[in-house]
C-alpha cells in the first residue's frame, strides 16, 4: 500500500526566502512521486515528478524536489519564494497502476510580501 | 484550448436531487478519473476508467455512477444527493493506465447541497 505524510498544513515564508515543503511516503513497491499545485479556486497543475531516474528533479516555476529513499521522502524547494507561489501544494505517490494514486493532505503556502 | 474541461463550474442543489457532472479530454488520454475534494482540502480518487473498465473505489456509495459515452468524456451522476456530498469534484485524465504518468486535472465542480 502506498501513502503519503505532508508535515507541516500551513507554511509561511517571506518574499525571497527559502520554501522548504515536506513529504514522507510509504510504499510496498519503489514508488513514482508526485508535487502538484493549486492555485484558488483552479485545477491541480504538475509541478515535478519523480519516475526511478535522476533523484533530484527539477520542476516548473523553480521548483524542485530530492528522492531520499533512505529518508522515504520526496521535500519540495524553492530557493527564492515569490509572491505568485502563494497555493496549496499536495505531494503523491503511485503505486503500479492509475487508480493507485494517493494524495498528502496538502500544505498551504503563504508568501509574505 | 482546455484540456480538462468540467462542467458546470459550480452546481447548487438540494438534497434528494439527482445531478450529473460532465467532464471532457481533448488530450487524447486513455484513462480517466474522478476525485473528490472536501473541506479540508483533502483529494480521494473515487473512480478510474481505462478501455472500458471502470475500477470503484470502494468507499464511494453507489448513488455514484461513471458514464463513459467515449473515451474522451466520462461523466458522474449522483442520485439522491446528501449534505455529504458537498465538495469539489475534480476530472482528471492520463495517458495510459501506469503509475508513472502523470494526472491532468480539470479546474473542478464544485457541489453544494442544501
Known amino acids: 500500500a502506498q501513502s503519503v505524510t505532508q508535515l507541516g498544513s500551513h507554511v509561511s515564508v517571506s518574499e525571497g526566502a527559502l520554501v522548504l515543503l515536506r513529504c514522507n511516503y510509504s510504499?510496498?513497491?519503489?514508488?513514482?512521486l508526485f508535487w502538484y499545485v493549486q492555485y484558488p479556486n483552479q485545477g491541480l497543475q504538475l509541478l515535478l515528478k519523480?519516475?526511478?531516474?535522476?533523484?533530484l528533479v527539477k520542476g516548473i516555476n523553480g521548483f524542485e524536489a530530492e528522492f531520499k529513499k533512505s529518508e522515504t521522502s520526496f521535500h519540495l524547494t524553492k530557493p527564492s519564494a515569490h509572491m505568485s507561489d502563494a497555493a496549496e501544494y499536495f505531494c503523491?505517490?503511485?503505486?503500479?497502476?492509475?487508480?493507485?494514486?494517493?494524495f498528502g493532505t496538502g500544505t498551504s503556502l503563504t508568501v509574505i510580501p | 484550448d482546455t484540456a480538462v474541461s468540467q462542467t458546470p463550474k459550480y452546481l447548487v442543489t438540494q438534497m434528494g436531487n439527482d445531478k450529473s457532472i460532465k467532464c471532457e479530454q481533448n488530450?487524447?488520454?486513455?484513462?480517466m478519473y474522478w476525485y473528490k475534494q472536501d473541506s479540508k482540502k483533502f483529494l480521494k480518487i473515487m473512480f478510474s476508467y481505462n478501455n472500458k473498465e471502470l475500477i470503484i473505489n470502494e468507499t464511494v456509495p453507489n448513488r455514484f455512477s461513471p458514464k463513459s459515452p467515449d473515451k474522451a468524456h466520462l461523466n458522474l451522476h449522483i442520485n439522491s444527493l446528501e449534505l455529504g456530498d458537498s465538495a469539489v469534484y475534480f476530472c482528471a485524465s492520463s495517458p495510459f493506465f501506469t503509475a508513472t504518468y502523470e494526472q491532468y486535472f480539470g479546474p473542478g465542480t464544485r457541489l453544494t447541497v442544501t
Open positions: 488530450l487524447g488520454h486513455d484513462t
Open positions: 519523480y519516475t526511478s531516474a535522476a533523484t
Open positions: 503523491a505517490v503511485s503505486g503500479r497502476t492509475g487508480n493507485q494514486f494517493y
Open positions: 510504499s510496498s513497491v519503489p514508488p513514482y
